[in-house]
């Protein structure tokens, strides 16, 4: 842990696992949670844009303020990631934490949308100062969502347990792929839209459609 950076003592970070797994794959293709995700996004409908489970271990660092569309090619904000705890997250464990309303802040996504790092949390933590914040733990079973633009973070694993947490990234049904703004956005279309260019329906193979509206 010693030798790793901020970003490495966050969370260890394994995409796409509903590909290795057919009972992840129910899951996170599962229509109750999509359909809640096209509701918060105003849209007629869901495709899964990729999975993630995120450990953060015991001793664990804090995972830096970010927003996390600052990675992802697309062409709206339609994009909502189910945080899904696999035990209860008490506040030691490291639960996310908010900047309440921050998908709203147009004007400051450029200037803040760094990579998690040292610089993130503090640049985003000074900027947003003043923005109210919302933290609390989570019981097992609760579900977060968020906004692909609203900025977070989370604390340190304090606990000797490890804190283990699946997410499910949704992009609208109609989401088209946007051209790459910094080498980041680059690697996530050739992982999470194989084949497709800017400007083509996010419909890849890896994209199915989750939820839509009869
Ligand atoms: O679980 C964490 O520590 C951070 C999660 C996160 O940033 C996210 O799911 O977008």
Excluded at 182 to 200: C, E, I, R, V
């Amino acid at each position: 842990m010693a030798e790793r950076d901020t970003y490495g003592k966050a969370f260890l970070q394994i995409g796409n696992l509903w590909e290795a797994n057919a009972v992840i794959s129910e899951f996170v293709h599962g229509a109750r949670l999509g359909r809640i995700a096209a509701e918060l996004m105003g849209t007629r409908g869901t495709r899964m844009y990729h999975d993630q489970a995120l450990c953060k271990e015991p001793g664990g660092g804090f995972t830096p303020w970010h927003a996390d569309q600052r990675y992802w090619p697309l062409t709206s904000d339609h994009s909502v990631t189910a945080w899904i705890p696999l035990q209860a997250v008490p506040m030691e464990m490291g639960p996310l934490e908010f900047a309440a309303g921050s998908q709203r802040f147009l004007q400051q996504r450029e200037a803040l949308g760094l990579h998690i790092s040292d610089d993130s949390e503090r640049i985003i933590g000074t900027t947003l100062a003043d923005c109210p914040k919302t933290a609390g733990a989570f019981d097992l079973g609760e579900v977060s969502f968020h906004s692909g633009w609203t900025f977070h973070r989370a604390g340190p694993n304090t606990t000797a347990t490890l804190r283990s947490v699946m997410t499910v990234i949704y992009i609208d049904v109609d989401m088209r792929v946007g051209a790459p703004a910094n080498d980041a956005q680059k690697s996530d279309l050739a992982s999470w839209f194989p084949g497709l260019k800017p400007g083509d329906l996010a419909n890849s193979p890896r994209n199915r459609v989750v939820w839509q509206r009869a």
